[in-house]
């Protein structure tokens, strides 16, 4: 796998590009030619924390993972875990997909079996919607202790859904 690694706010040296490389050069046996693969790293540094984004474009699919810590050589190691559950977890997905789709760009000869979990709906909620504000709708959201709240804008009529970000601000998923 070939890497474009920059950094943002942060001096990329040898020792964390190595680094870098060495552990993300792990999820070569996944893939099925990891030579024509650029994986795309971004490393941040905001205050006593540091963040690495890794995007890697396979063919008609994307692994990305992003991970945030006090310790920037932790933050590659958990980001890279996170992405070898993924392409794990998916493996079953991926194969079904792959007879459709044909040359995804995965090798599966490396991948264990992982036992599928049958997740079920265990409860369903039913709600009113009253035309509200983001202002309101917000307000609602921390009222009720909850990381997303779903509302009809007043302005626009459209369902939203708003939602706590991990940097503590809010988004906004607009529906038409």
Known sequence: MKFEIRGDKLLITEAIKNYVEEKLSRLDKYLEKPDEITAKITLKARGNKQKIEVTIPINSLTLRNEEEHNDLYAAIDIVVDKLERQVIKSKTKIQS???????????????????????????????????????????????????????????????????????????IIETK
């Open 97 to 171: 997909k792959a007879l459709k789709l044909k040359n995804v760009g995965f090798n599966f000869e490396n991948v264990e079996d992982e036992k599928e979990e049958t997740k079920k709906i265990v409860r369903r909620k039913k709600l009113d919607m009253k035309p509200m504000s983001e202002e309101e709708a917000i307000l609602q959201m921390n009222m009720l202790n909850h990381d997303f709240f779903i509302f009809q804008d007043s302005e626009t009529d459209y369902i939203n859904v708003l939602y706590k970000r991990k940097d503590g601000n809010y988004g």
